[in-house]
């Protein structure tokens, strides 16, 4: 294979012998995973979601409160860490989210926003555990088959979470001009949110194992037949970076997933300024965009593990996410919302169902090497480029408008599209897979000498 190139790949070789075979408690591990996945990026978005809300309520400027979204991706980009042990992680990820969660119920008063902003920073240190974990559990727990379904479903729960911090918040906390009332509602959803919080560090400290007891494919097998000394962060990340084909993806990842994050942190406003007084419309807009997004996940990674056809795939996903873009940015000033759910769901089935795609093309194209790195530096390069889509589009939006606003996403789209055409399928994981099952039917004869059973 060609990431021999990199690694020696006879020291990769798995015994002839060697039990492939899928556990029952993946499904459970995945879905637990999602589940505590979708009580962080809720906790990413409730403050977005209702934007003039807490601007009122804390006395603080729209700028302010977009920064409680935006440290979500401050935060990941120092703190990325390898993603090695999965048992660990998860539990690191669920105890700090469940932790964020807590402090923010001590700040149900006008003037202890700091300590909003502490349990918020909280629930983004939880994020730095999270984001990278798909495509390593779908690899590490699931067949060949199965994989980008898995990754999709694993996907899912962020995707989920966000479209819930875009309908619960407006429903559960609405815009009434009595302080008190206000910090009642506010206190609900914290309370709420720390509460299931809790009940998920609970179900990972029970349910979540490392890996299943054999491994559930042949790229897998050769992965964990590999001696631990022979492995190296750094020098994983550095193999990572002479990758052309990686480094085409990390950044046409970044513009299209910072797109996605700032569409999202700024959605309120946006509406608000169009349609005012549309707080929940606003938050039911979010919810479409998202949802369709799933399906669009779900629908690709389908695709996907029955194709593999990720280049042509990713590539057709991009640039209708682009088209989508730019007929969402020429229809939301026209007065009619229906319209602007239309244009935002057909969006948000590109753009959102994305995601997912660029983690499996990314575990494609660098395998053997981890799939919590690639996935690592996807996800850094989106939070630099949704940090920097924030603050620009935010500021053009105040100066300009939302037109001029979304039009600079759409430039930046297009962009990423041409970049990504020039991406080549160099498909490692797949051309491993069918390199083994060749070895093994070679060496049928030799099992039956062989005492491993």
Request: net charge positive.
């Amino acid at each position: 294979i060609n990431a021999g190139r990199e690694l020696n790949h006879t020291s990769l070789q798995p015994h002839p012998c060697f039990k492939v075979r899928l556990s029952r408690r993946r499904w459970a591990v995945v879905l637990l995973f999602s589940s505590y996945s979708l009580c962080n990026a809720f906790q990413w978005i409730q403050y977005g979601s209702i934007n003039n809300v807490f601007v009122r309520f804390y006395g603080v400027s729209a700028f302010a409160i977009d920064w409680l979204s935006m440290s979500y991706m401050l935060t990941y980009i120092p703190l990325l860490f390898p993603v090695r042990g999965l048992r660990l992680i998860a539990l690191a990820g669920s105890a700090l989210n469940a932790l964020g969660a807590w402090v923010k119920l001590g700040s149900l008063k006008p003037h202890l926003f700091p300590i909003t902003v502490l349990g918020q920073v909280i629930c983004s240190l939880a994020q730095v555990f999270i984001l990278g974990m798909p495509s390593r559990i779908a690899s590490v727990w699931f067949s060949s088959r199965e994989v980008s379904t898995a990754c999709s479903i694993a996907v899912f729960g962020n995707q989920l979470g966000i479209a819930v911090g875009f309908l619960v918040p407006p429903v559960l906390v609405p815009n009434v001009d009595d302080v008190e009332k206000l910090a009642y509602h506010i206190s609900i959803m914290f309370f709420m949110t720390a509460g299931v919080a809790t009940a998920l560090f609970i179900l990972v400290v029970i349910v979540f194992k490392e890996k299943p007891p054999h491994p559930p494919s042949r790229a897998q097998a050769l992965i964990q037949s590999r001696p631990t000394e022979e492995y190296s962060y750094m020098q994983s990340i550095l193999r990572l970076l002479r990758n052309a084909n990686f480094l085409l993806l990390m950044v046409t990842y970044g513009l299209n997933t910072g797109c996605f994050y700032a569409l999202s942190t700024l959605l309120n406003r946006m509406v608000i300024r169009h349609y005012p007084g549309e707080e929940v419309n606003a938050g039911r807009i979010g919810l479409t965009i998202i949802l369709s997004g799933m399906v669009g996940a779900l629908i690709s990674g389908i695709w996907l593990d029955r194709t593999k056809a990720y280049k042509q795939t990713t590539l057709v996903v991009y640039t209708m996410s682009l088209v989508g873009m730019i007929t969402y940015t020429f229809t939301l000033s026209l007065g009619h919302l229906w319209v602007v759910f239309l244009t935002a769901g057909m969006l948000g089935f590109f753009m959102t169902g994305y995601l997912p795609l660029g983690f499996e093309f990314a575990a494609e194209l660098t395998y053997p090497e981890s799939e919590g790195t690639s996935s690592g530096l996807l996800n850094v390069s989106a939070q630099i480029f949704g940090i920097a889509f924030t603050i620009g589009q935010g500021q053009i939006i105040d100066c300009f408008g939302t037109k001029a606003g979304n039009l600079l996403l759409c430039s930046f789209l297009f962009l990423g599209t041409i970049m990504t055409a020039f991406i080549k399928a160099d498909l490692r994981r797949q051309q491993a897979n069918l390199d083994n099952e060749q070895t093994v039917s070679k060496s049928l004869l030799q099992s039956l000498l062989c005492p491993c059973y």
